[in-house]
């Protein structure tokens, strides 16, 4: 699978890259260099658009989001927002950038020792100086956004887990951000919650205008909300498209992963000797 | 012989492991330092970690100093009695708990029961990604999370101590006049006569003040360091607490022979 | 928990810690009793034989201290041990008093006990004292007894002509 990425949609790359907001350009990325993590990872994300990004567990994918925050740097290659590249920023400017990011995170990461409120309350108090009663009515719009109005003054604790979610959900949408991060924002839920959560995300991207990069293995879910697909498999994109075009590709690492067989591309065995020599 | 080597290269392996280790959290100290800015701008963060770390600890803190202060009397009476010195008791009991037994044994009882408490939440709030979603809210967390607990560890630490004493003296007053019938005047006039505010007291006071940092720096530390896992929370908490004690007792010895040398010789 | 019921404990708290404070610097130590005559002068004594005495044990005259020893040093020439006192300002002694060297009880602390003289000059700042009175060492003492003790039990029996020979017969 190192050839090059089959690209199943209709529209070339290039084309979408005009009004790119967020891309990629040949990263690499590894903690040692003998052991890459990521490795020449071309990605492109259109202003307004709903991105996944899709792999099996361990492909790397939080890596994409953890660069895009500027939490850690490409080893090669050039992580762009808005033209300009995250790896050179400084502390500053990071912040900065950050602040125009909203990141919702694998199993919500709410803040414990906070009530609901307090937590989509958070971001709000620590960036700007409004006042609490303009405070309390933006968080209860949030709140009110994703249907949890009426729990603003429990704890994290007293949610199931898709409350929760949603509430990060609403956190992450406190201060109205440019870019949206989901990290396996399905990671968890049952089908119900997983299908209001997946809703909102795209009610969201379209409602405030954001453009959001989703980082699942949850295909089914996925496929029902997002406009493009990417495939990650062993740090590398190895495939790409819109629905229809997955939903059609002959690619056996798509099909694999859509049809959800145990066997394939992605093979069920962890490499070993072979059978016989290790029950000789 | 290569038996020798395996353990001298184990040796230097710990070794260089443990000045690395100092090397890190003489860099998180600093940071910590640098980052306390928003502590002091909004000192409502580090008021509810005075809570957490202070008041939570009180009970534990004053219970443990009445008792102490109690076996003290005890114990200095049968000695005393021996040499017809029991008016001394006083000063035993206050010297004892002032320069002693008030930063030390308070430091401790601090260690595992608010030291430990902050590890583990620091340690939790890792595993739970907390600390990264604020990192990624353009929120350090280090200046939101990590100072205000150490400086709410660094002020709630010495008013413990002095709270300790306080409690101790009283026990003493409690067995040794109370209950033994010791003359109440002697027990405080020549606890006055012979305790002084600047060499014992203010001592004592400095004692705690350096508990405080180090056992304040050690708990939010071991909490920021620790594995993000539930594993790695539990053996974060369990080292707190080991390498406070280690750590207060070692300075202990150290303070002591500063501060109190001119008894020695 | 409620934002105003946490400030109300940790202002207790800081209260009764500082509270607890003030105590041990009040009534378990000596600020207010230092504080009133912590001023004073200082003057010099010179002692054959200083014993045990330390650096801030107490001076007393009458039994009431009056001050503290602030240094204790030898003098390579004469080997003799240089005391200084701390005396505080209101108390004022004459040029002719005798500073001793004394023990509290048998094994307790020693002390620094001045007695006043009949002269009408005081001991100002840098004064020092004439007469002084060592401390009296256990060991010289015991062997003392010993040998006068020794010397009653043999006939012909000249007096040690000690001045301490406590137990020795009329």
């Known amino acids: 699978m190192t050839a090059a990425p089959a690209n199943l949609s209709a529209v070339p790359a290039a084309a979408a890259a005009a009004d790119a907001l967020v891309e990629l350009r040949d990263v690499s990325f590894g903690y040692s260099k003998d052991r890459l993590i990521l490795s020449g990872i071309n990605l492109t994300v259109p202003r307004g658009k709903l991105v996944a990004v899709m792999g099996g567990s361990g492909c790397g994918k939080t890596t994409i989001l953890r660069l ?16 300009r590249s995250v790896a050179a920023m400084s502390r500053e400017e990071i912040y900065a950038h950050r602040r125009r990011l909203g990141m919702l995170f694998q199993f919500g990461a ?132 819109d629905v229809p075009s997955i939903r059609a590709s002959h690619d056996p690492f ?13 093979h069920f065995h962890y490499p070993a000797k072979p059978l016989a020599e290790d029950f000789a | 012989m290569s038996m020798l080597a395996r353990l001298l290269r184990r040796l230097g392996r710990a070794s260089i492991g443990a000045i690395e280790r100092l090397g ?75 320069r002693e037994l008030g930063p030390v044994v308070a430091a401790l009882l601090f260690a595992s029961r608010a030291g430990s408490a902050i590890t583990a939440e620091i340690g939790l709030m890792k595993t739970t990604e907390q600390l990264a979603a604020m990192e990624v809210m353009a929120v350090d967390p280090i200046a939101r999370v990590v100072a205000p607990r150490f400086w709410g560890g660094v002020i709630s630490l010495p008013l413990l101590a002095a709270l300790f004493s306080m409690l101790g003296v009283y026990g003493g007053y ?22 002084d505010w600047r060499y014992d007291i203010m001592n004592g006071v400095i004692k705690s003040i350096v508990f405080a940092f180090a056992v304040s720096l050690i708990a939010v530390f071991e909490g920021y360091d620790a594995k993000p896992t539930a594993e790695g929370v539990s053996a974060a908490t369990t080292r707190t607490v080991v390498t406070s004690a280690l750590t207060i007792l070692a300075l202990d010895f150290v303070l002591t022979v500063f501060m109190f040398r001119g008894g020695i010789n | 928990m409620n934002r105003k019921i946490i400030d109300l404990w940790v202002g207790i708290f800081v209260a009764i810690g500082l509270g607890a404070l003030l105590f041990l610097a009040l009534k378990v130590g000596n600020l207010l009793s230092i504080n009133e005559d912590r001023r004073g002068y200082q003057i010099e004594a010179r002692f054959d034989n200083v014993g045990n005495l330390k650096p801030r044990a107490p001076v007393k005259s009458a039994g009431v ?32 008093t005798i500073a001793a060297i004394f023990t509290s009880g048998l094994l307790g602390e020693q002390f620094v006990s001045l007695e006043a003289g009949g002269d009408t000059v005081m001991l100002k700042d840098e004064s020092k004292i004439a007469k002084t009175q060592s401390a009296i060492q256990l060991e010289k003492l015991v062997s003392q007894f010993m040998f006068s003790k020794a010397q009653d039990s043999a006939p012909p029996a000249p007096s040690a002509g000690g001045a301490a020979t406590p137990g020795a017969k009329p």
């Open chain 1, 110 to 241: 709410l803040f414990t020792d906070m009530t609901v409120h307090d937590n989509v309350a958070f971001p709000i108090r620590e960036h700007t100086d409004l006042p609490e009663e303009v405070i309390r009515d933006l968080v209860l719009m949030k709140l009110n956004a994703v249907g949890l109005r009426g729990t603003a003054n429990l704890k994290p604790s007293e949610l199931s887990g898709g409350m929760a979610r949603r509430v990060a959900l609403a956190r992450t949408i406190a201060l109205d951000p440019q870019i949206a991060l989901y990290d396996e924002p399905f990671a968890g839920l049952d089908p119900i919650s997983l299908s209001v959560v997946g809703q909102m995300i795209r009610r969201l991207n379209d409602a405030l205008g954001m453009t959001s990069i989703l980082v699942t293995h949850d295909i089914m879910q996925s496929m029902k909300i997002v406009d493009y697909i990417y495939f990650i498999s062993e740090g590398r994109v190895i495939a790409e498209g």
């Open chain 1, 68 to 83: 895009l925050c500027g939490q850690i740097r490409p080893s090669v290659g050039e992580v762009r927002v808005e033209g």
């Open chain 1, 254 to 266: 798509v099909r694999q992963f859509v049809d959800g067989e145990p066997d394939g591309p992605v």
């Open chain 3, 65 to 96: 201290v009056v001050g503290r020893v602030e240094s204790i040093r030898l003098d390579d020439k004469t080997f003799e041990g240089i005391v200084r006192l701390h005396i505080y300002s209101q108390y004022l002694f004459p040029r002719d």
């Open chain 2, 24 to 98: 890190f959290v003489t860099r998180f100290y600093f940071a910590i330092l640098r980052q306390s800015g928003t502590s002091v701008v909004r000192p409502q963060l580090v008021v509810k970690e005075i809570y957490q770390a202070g008041v939570l600890s009180l009970i534990i803190v004053m219970m443990s100093g009445l008792f102490i202060g109690m076996v003290l009397a005890l114990q200095g009476y049968e000695t005393l009695a021996r040499f017809g010195a029991t008016e001394s008791m006083g000063v035993l009991v206050a010297l004892s708990l002032v």
């Open chain 2, 174 to 195: 409690l067995v040794g006049v109370q209950l033994i019938g010791i003359d109440g005047g002697s027990f405080w006039g020549q606890m006055q006569a012979s305790v």
